[in-house]
């Protein structure tokens, strides 16, 4: 991968991430939840992500390691 790519994709993720905790700062602030609220966040999306690599292994043929092997 190019280094401009890899330095895009970078600055477009840390862009992204700021974006997420700032605009989930001003709902909770807005809506008057304590401090630990504003982890929750983070968390659902990192839980989401994490989920989701959990389904694509599981699903995936192609992941099977134990599939071909002879007993």
């Known amino acids: 991968m190019p ?3 890899f330095v895009l994709i ?3 993720v840390m862009v992204a991430a700021g974006v997420t905790v700032w605009l989930g700062a001003l709902l ?6 304590p401090g ?3 982890v929750l966040i983070p968390a659902a999306l990192i839980g989401y992500v994490v989920w989701r690599v959990i389904a694509e ?5 192609q992941e ?3 599939d071909g092997m002879d007993n």
């Open 3 to 5: 280094l401009d790519k």
């Open 10 to 12: 970078i600055v477009c």
């Open 28 to 33: 909770f602030a807005s809506l008057e939840v």
């Open 36 to 38: 630990v609220g504003i």
């Open 57 to 61: 292994r599981v699903g995936n043929a």
């Open 64 to 66: 099977d390691h134990y």
